[in-house]
């Protein structure tokens, strides 16, 4: 079933610098999201960015969208500690009503 | 607004005993998924609701998987009999409509360890 897979699997940064994830998916969607879990919790939303937008910006969070590559980043700049967490990337399959499929995501592991 | 909430948080069982969860949505959202996270992966829908009907439980292991929202509004998740496999977060969450376009909000889950 179509799925995001997110990259690299697991990333360890020093507090301040700038954190990069990567999704890749594999057939044509409507909208990606980003979702955040700290351990032990539930996720939450992060960004939804639709197919035809090529970037969207929160905070200190940016989200890129490339639909002729069929990848999308997450950019968190100026990472603290308190972003140590697990990130997923979530894909629809182009169909609305459809729900959302998650990767297996990047742990982000930001030492202080 | 207040958020999904799930209970129990956790829940320990012996296999082949029967286990169940339940989901208030947020007020308002027609929308409700039940999700399986086994640790160290991304959640896997089981059964996705519309109002009190059922959009899609194409994953759900209905042998031993059971879901209803009768009413439209919180729903309950059970298993029955449970085998080691099964243990894993089951998570709940909710969405103002079928699109999810204004993304999901979860709940904090229920951690099922099965002995």
């Known amino acids: 079933s179509q799925q995001g897979e997110e990259d690299p699997q697991a990333l360890s940064i020093q507090e301040g610098e700038n954190a990069t994830m990567n999704c890749s998916y594999k057939?044509?969607?409507?909208?990606l999201q980003w979702y955040r879990q700290n351990s032990g919790r539930g996720l939450v939303h992060l960004i939804l960015i639709r197919s035809n937008e090529r970037e969207k910006h929160s905070g200190r969070l940016r989200v890129t969208l490339d639909t002729s590559k069929k990848s999308s980043s997450l950019l968190i700049t100026a990472s603290r500690a308190a972003d140590t967490a697990s990130y997923f990337c979530a894909t629809d399959a182009g169909n609305y009503g459809q729900n959302f499929v998650f990767g297996p995501g990047t742990r982000l592991s930001v030492l202080p | 607004e207040a958020g999904v909430a799930q209970s129990p948080r956790y829940k320990i069982i012996e296999k082949r005993q029967s286990v169940a969860f339940w989901c208030n949505p947020i007020s308002g959202h027609a929308t409700l998924y039940w999700y399986q996270q086994i640790l160290g992966q991304g959640p896997k829908l089981l059964i996705q609701?519309?109002?009190?009907?059922?959009?899609?439980d194409s994953q759900l292991p209905k042998d031993r998987f059971s879901a209803e929202r009768l009413k439209g509004v919180d729903s309950t998740l059970k298993i029955q009999p449970a085998k080691l496999e099964d243990s894993a977060v089951y998570l709940c969450?909710?969405?103002?409509?079928?699109?999810?376009?204004?993304?999901?909000?979860f709940g904090s889950g229920t951690r099922l360890t099965v002995v």
């Open positions: 057939t044509s969607i409507n909208n």
């Open positions: 969450a909710s969405s103002l409509g079928v699109t999810g376009g204004s993304g999901y909000t």
């Open positions: 609701f519309q109002n009190n009907g059922v959009v899609d």
